[in-house]
């Protein structure tokens, strides 16, 4: 089990890596796209491509951002709870989110799936074949699936998540 969980936290670090890496690109293609409209040349495509690093690294941080505690929780409500009823109103949660989760990336494959079997193009200058980046939205998904999962097997048998308190939320006294 020990080796299972440094392959998942692993898993949740480098997809937190590629967001930043996909975060680097969106400035390096807006760079060059300004450069080429101050020398007058044209990047075709430069636009579209932005788009999909923006949504891969959307997809690749969510798994991340959940285990470091950066995604938003209303924790009001759960902090004027006892403690039987915080851990239901969490395992409920955590239940709809991870099938939430889990029938996104469902009809994420089915998607990516049929964009390469009718080899779908992108409508901008660029013609990139949509399965490319759809797949790497679906990986992020599947990350994300993952981690909810993850988090709500841990809370069913050790009764806590794997969350991480962020620092933020430590610094107004909960």
Not at 36 to 51: C, F, H, K, N
Not at 86 to 114: H, N
Request: aromatic share 14%.
């Amino acid at each position: 089990m020990a080796a299972l969980r440094r392959l998942l936290e692993l898993i949740y670090r480098l997809s937190g890596v590629a967001a930043a890496l996909c975060l680097v690109m969106i400035l390096v293609l807006i760079v060059l796209q300004m450069l080429a409209r101050w020398t007058g040349e044209v990047l075709p495509g430069v636009p579209q491509y932005a788009g999909y690093f923006m949504a891969a690294a959307s997809f690749l941080a969510f798994g991340n951002a959940l285990n470091r505690g950066s995604h938003i929780r209303v924790s009001l409500l759960m902090n004027a709870l006892p403690d039987g009823a915080r851990r239901w109103l969490d395992i409920w949660c955590f239940a709809i989110g991870t099938a939430v989760a889990w029938y996104v990336v469902y009809y994420g494959y089915r998607f990516v799936y049929w964009s390469w079997k009718f080899n779908e193009v992108s409508q901008g200058q660029d013609r990139t074949a949509l399965w490319i980046p759809q797949s790497v939205v679906l990986v992020g998904a599947v990350i994300f699936a993952v981690a909810l999962t993850d988090n709500l097997l841990s809370l069913l048998f050790s009764g806590k998540t794997r969350i991480v308190q962020d620092r933020m939320d430590q610094s107004f006294g909960e």
